[in-house]
């Protein structure tokens, strides 16, 4: 049934259903919009924060780095022997390649070495002759080693003398002058603990120079051992490979998250060794505690000692042997408890030293793992601005093309062509960020696409026929076309398929029949398709009327001729200015746009075709207009039977050639 203008309401070309459509077209408009705000805000935002990172992790605190030299730990106790010329030979000695250079390396590096031995030499001789100033404490416990050193002097003096009565001496007295030797020798013993334990006080409390630079020495002793074993074991293995790049992102991560790990393991260490001093310092007060209480009892075994030496024949009775024997047993063990404390004392400060070692050790990995992060955030960074570029580039391009004279289909070909290769560009530049350049990873490539391409032989066909439907003799959004038997208007082109709005048959009324059609784009590649729209889409379309016997038909074939002539007269001309555009470029025949009308006779009357030129989309709209003014002019009281056909334009018709050829009669 039709309303005014000769169309329903509810159709899909109808005003309201046109109102609604575009009104939904500026709401998806809006809302993409809103999208890409959105996105743009995002991204915008992420690249602020990478920048504001790599400000802050640019070049780290001072608190973070740390001291130089090679002596870490015993930095802080006073002046060090400077080693940078044995650190510049050795990493001298790296760069070495030639076996003539590597011999001249390792000469500097004798060299170098045995300069840094003769600095120790003369910082032990100089802190022997200038001590430096002292705390209070380390006065003291200077004081405590004087005097104790001499004491074993003095023991030192009677051992000689004893040993040497005992050569002299009758077989009778000499078995007490051994036993007045062993109970000197003991005291003598039990003296040098105490000296020992006194000296290791004076190092914890910083006050003996001359230990500390032995310490050293002994440090740098062992430090050029273990590199003389490094260097022999060089060779023995190599760094595993790995399948990325070392400036890949994920191989910044990867270093990044190794030297998290190596930080927890060197505060763990560091945790481990401090908890061990400060177990170790519990039982050296315990043990020094006790050493304290017997002091007074150390006293009176000493001056029992020395009595019984001096009276040293009293020592032939049963009594003075016992007590000879308990004084030197007490002697021994109070040697021994010295000794356990001063061993406390040397694992007390190499704990407390290798925590500091660890310390420092941390501060390093925390300078790498800063830098680490830093060109992790570079990466970062590359790749916000890649698509944040990648948007810039989208927003450009639309605005050109909305300012140039382009055709709507061509602007939106060549808006998808440079949008895809931007796209493309981009996606490469974001892999080459993240996985770095190729090394392994093109064999891991090539044998990954020689299975894809067997696997998506299909899909990779369909994404080649794209450019193919790109190209110049393409199809494009809005064209009519025949793909595989399926005919309908073009409404989507993407990378893999494309998608029609059905239609009916051509020689229907062409009205949409509401279903979607998507076929890969393979068939521009291994099949065919058959494009019915030119540049301006335009088809070939035409009415049928029938005019019954009894009424002269030639006024009305006049007038309905004109009729039509001008109401199709702008979009003829235009048809046929595009069209002379193609006869130019290809070399094929013109054809004359004006509305053809021909007769033939029925046994009902006569019927009379009208073909005429109109756009794809204009079609359903022109045959109403059409087919309400040929009623409204052959109606005279009398039936009327109306029917209509459309008809693509073919290539190359020309003047009595319009349309698909004369129609069959009944």
Not at 185 to 210: N, Y
Request: aromatic share 6%; glycine share 8%; with cysteine.
């Amino acid at each position: 049934m039709l309303r005014k203008g000769g169309r329903d309401a509810r159709a899909p070309g109808s005003p309201k259903a046109m109102l609604q459509s575009d009104n939904a077209g500026c709401y998806s408009r809006r809302v993409m919009k809103a999208s890409q705000k959105l996105v743009l805000v995002g991204l915008v935002t992420i690249a602020v924060a990478a920048i504001v990172g790599l400000i802050l992790t640019g070049s780290p605190p001072g608190p973070e780095t740390p001291s130089k030299g090679r002596h870490g730990p015993l930095a802080d106790q006073g002046p060090v022997v400077d080693e940078q010329i044995l650190d510049a030979a050795q990493k001298l000695a790296v760069l070495a390649a030639t076996r003539e250079e590597q011999q001249q390396a390792r000469d500097a590096v004798r060299l170098a070495d045995h300069e840094v031995d003769l600095a120790f030499t003369d910082a032990l001789r100089t802190a022997n002759e200038q001590p430096g100033p002292q705390t209070p404490e380390a006065r003291a416990i200077l004081d405590r080693i004087h005097q104790t050193e001499a004491e074993i002097k003095a023991n030192q003096q009677k051992v000689k003398q004893l040993t040497a009565q005992v050569a002299g001496a009758p077989e009778s007295d000499q078995d007490t002058l051994r036993e007045q030797i062993q109970l000197a020798q003991a005291e003598l013993d039990l003296e040098q603990d105490e000296l020992a334990d006194a000296k290791e006080d004076l190092a914890r409390d910083g006050g003996d120079a001359h230990s500390r630079f032995q310490r050293l020495f002994e440090q740098h002793e062992a430090i050029e051992h273990a590199s003389t074993a490094a260097q022999a074991n060089s060779g023995a293995g190599s760094p595993p490979q790995t399948v990325f790049s070392s400036g890949s992102l994920i191989a910044k991560w990867r270093r990044w998250s190794a030297l998290g790990e190596e930080q927890a393991q060197l505060l763990e260490a560091q945790q481990d060794a401090l908890g061990r001093a400060s177990a170790l310092t519990g039982d050296h007060d315990a043990l020094e505690q006790q050493v304290r209480e017997e002091q007074a009892q150390k006293r009176g075994l000493a001056e029992q000692a020395a009595s019984l030496v001096k009276t040293g024949k009293a020592l032939a009775g049963g009594n003075s042997k016992q007590t000879a024997t308990a004084t030197l047993a007490s002697l021994h063990r109070l040697a021994d408890d010295e000794k356990n404390l001063a061993d406390l004392d040397r694992r007390i400060q190499d704990l407390r030293e290798l925590s500091t070692a660890y310390g420092q050790w941390s501060a390093l990995v925390r300078v790498r793992q800063r830098a680490s992060l830093h060109q992790m955030l570079q990466s970062l960074l590359w790749i916000v601005l890649t698509v944040l570029l990648v948007l810039l580039v989208a927003w450009s391009i639309d605005r050109l093309l909305a300012r140039s004279k382009l055709e709507h289909k061509q602007q939106m070909t060549l808006r998808e062509v440079t949008r895809f290769s931007v796209e493309v560009l981009a996606v490469f530049v974001v892999l080459f960020v993240v996985f770095g350049s190729p090394s392994q990873v093109s064999t891991i490539l090539g044998l990954a696409g020689a299975g894809l391409t067997v696997a998506l032989k299909d899909f990779i066909i369909s994404f080649l026929g794209w450019f193919v439907l790109m190209g110049r003799h393409g199809i494009r959004v809005g064209d009519w076309v025949e793909i595989n038997g399926v005919r309908g208007e073009v409404i989507e082109i993407g990378l893999l398929r494309t998608v029609l709005l059905e239609t009916g048959n051509w020689t229907s009324a062409g009205h949409p029949t509401g279903r979607q059609v998507a076929l890969l784009n393979s068939f521009a590649v291994e099949g065919y398709y058959f494009n019915f729209t030119t540049t301006g889409q335009w088809l070939w379309d035409e009415i049928q009327i029938l005019i019954p016997w009894g009424v002269d038909p030639y006024p009305l074939i006049q007038e309905l001729s004109s009729i039509v002539t001008k109401e199709t007269e702008p979009n003829a001309h235009m048809a046929e200015q595009e069209w002379q555009r193609v006869t130019r470029r290809y070399g094929v025949r013109p054809f004359s746009q004006t509305p053809e009308v021909s007769v033939r006779s029925t046994n009902d009357g006569v019927e009379v075709t009208v073909r005429y030129m109109t756009r794809a989309h204009e079609r359903s709209e022109v045959r109403s207009r059409l087919n309400q003014k040929a009623v409204k002019l052959i109606h005279r009281g009398r039936s009327v039977t109306v029917t209509t056909e459309s008809l693509p334009a073919v290539a190359g018709a020309g003047s009595g050639e319009i349309g698909p050829g004369p129609t069959p009669g009944p």
